[in-house]
Each structure stands twice: as C-alpha cells, then as structure tokens.
C-alpha cells in the first residue's frame, strides 16, 4: 500500500521561544512568530491567543530571536493542537530592528546582552549587521562598548556566521538538517 505525499508548506518568522529541546536527537518543540505562510487559513488555525504558532522537528541550535525559513506540513496533535511539522529549515537573520535586538540579546553573540543589543540597534538601525560584518570597530561608536568588547563581538560574529555558511552549504547538497547539526 502507497501512501500520499502531504503536500509541504513554507513557514517564515521569528523564533520566540524554545519549549522544549531533546539533546539527543534534537526534536525541539518552538513558538514562532509566523510573518509569512502558505497555508494561511492553517496559520490562523494553528495560533493561539498569543498569536504564536507550534513548531516542531528537528531543530537543532535554535534561539529565541532567530528569524527561519522551514519547510513541512501542518498537522493536528490530538493532545497539542495544530503544530508545524518542519522537515527541514534554515536560519536568516531578522530584517526589522525589533528582530535584531532580540537576536542580538538573545545570548547568542558572546559580549552583547539585551541592554547592549538595544543600543547596538539604536545607533546603527537597520545596517546593524553590516556594520558588525563589514566594520566592526564602529561598535565602540555605542556606549559602553570598548574596543575590548568590540573585539570580542567581532570575532563571536563571524564563528556564527561561518557556521550559519557551513549549515547552508551542507543543506544546499541535500544534507538535512539533523545529520548537518551531527556533522
């Protein structure tokens, strides 16, 4: 007996909060702040009252503050509700300031905390992160950033951003997500 492909869907937001996180295989139970989806009576569906959605799969190395692109099907949990079933995903960086300073605050980028985060963004606005990527030594325009932390930023920055490269390359040759985080 065959069984019917699901149709997939595209899924886009900002990553709110980790419910749940498994280690071991990396299933993570996620609220999403949805900014665009096919499917959209199934997004209106799937949000509660705090207009979130549920996210679930495989999602290794998610923080609160990321802004992911996944692919999957929607689903209805008997116990939980309507719940986004992501077959793969991968990461972009938040395009609004709101986005930035709760990606920059998020505790993802060693040196910067909420406070820092919020005036990272009040002094560069939207080209925050190409000023990080391109002139990192501007950092010391904000206050409370020395050229000591302004280093250290910097150099957090672009480990993650290599790593980001290495997920993307690796799902660009049909790597899924969980065996890229494996490898």
């Known amino acids: 007996m065959t069984s019917t492909p699901r149709p ?27 900014e665009r989806a096919a499917g959209e009576g199934e997004v209106e569906a ?3 009252d705090d207009r979130l959605v549920t996210l679930v799969g495989t999602l290794a190395d998610l923080t609160p503050g990321e802004a ?13 509700g309507w719940q ?5 995903y991968r990461t972009t960086l938040p395009a609004t300031t709101q986005g930035m300073r709760r990606y920059l ?23 925050t992160f190409e000023v990080i990527d391109a002139s990192p030594e501007r950092l010391t325009e904000v206050p409370g950033i020395g050229p000591v932390r302004a280093s ?3 150099a957090t920055w672009q480990e993650q951003r290599h790593i980001r490269e290495v997920m993307t390359a690796l799902q660009g040759y049909g790597v899924s997500t969980s065996l890229a985080v494996r490898i």
């Open 152 to 154: 250290r930023i910097a």
């Open 105 to 127: 605050g998020s505790g993802l980028v060693k040196g910067i905390g909420p406070v820092n985060a919020g005036r990272i963004v009040d002094t560069f606005g939207e080209g």
């Open 84 to 88: 986004f079933q992501a077959l793969d």
């Open 8 to 34: 997939t869907h595209t899924l886009e937001g900002t990553l709110e909060r980790i419910t749940f996180h498994s280690g071991d295989d990396g299933y993570t139970v996620a609220r999403l702040a949805p």
């Open 68 to 80: 992911i692109i996944a692919h999957g099907w929607w689903q209805h949990n008997p116990k939980h």
């Open 46 to 48: 799937a949000r509660g």
